[in-house]
Nanobody
C-alpha cells in the first residue's frame, strides 16, 4: 500500500483547503484510512477516520463540524475538506491506512501500518 498526500499550503484564518491522498494497493490492506497531523513542536494527533467500505466516519473534537473526510472508491482517493481554518490547525497532515484497526484504537497512530509523506498546512494572516 502506498499513500501520497497533497493539497497543503498557506491559507488565511477562516479559509478553506482540501487535502487529497492517493491510495494504492490491495483493497483489503486499506480498509481503515485516516488523517493525522503534527503541529510544530507537538506530538502527532488524530484528525479523522473513515472506514473505506462503509464510509463510517469519526472526528477529533477539535475539527468536528469544520472538517469532512471522504473517499472516492473509483479514483482510489481520500480527501479532507477543511473549512473555518484556525491558526491551531497549522500542522503537517498525514494520511494513513491499515488492513484493520479496532474501533477503540482508530484515533491512535501506532496501529496504522502505511503512511503518506505529509503535506504542510499553514494557517496565518
Amino acid at each position: 500500500v502506498q499513500l501520497q498526500a497533497s493539497g497543503g499550503g498557506p491559507v488565511q484564518p477562516g479559509g478553506s483547503l482540501t487535502l487529497s491522498c492517493a491510495v494504492s494497493g490491495p483493497a483489503d490492506s486499506r480498509r481503515d484510512v485516516a488523517w493525522f497531523r503534527q503541529p510544530p513542536g507537538m506530538d502527532r494527533e488524530f484528525v479523522a477516520h473513515i472506514k473505506w467500505a462503509s464510509r463510517n466516519t469519526a472526528y477529533a473534537d477539535s475539527v468536528r463540524g469544520r472538517f469532512t473526510i471522504s473517499r472516492d472508491n473509483d479514483k482510489n482517493m481520500m480527501y479532507l475538506q477543511m473549512n473555518g481554518l484556525k491558526s491551531e490547525d497549522t500542522a503537517v497532515y498525514y494520511c494513513a491506512a491499515d488492513p484493520y484497526v479496532i474501533t477503540s484504537q482508530r484515533r491512535i497512530g501506532s496501529p496504522y501500518i502505511y503512511w503518506g509523506q505529509g503535506t504542510q498546512v499553514t494557517v496565518s494572516s
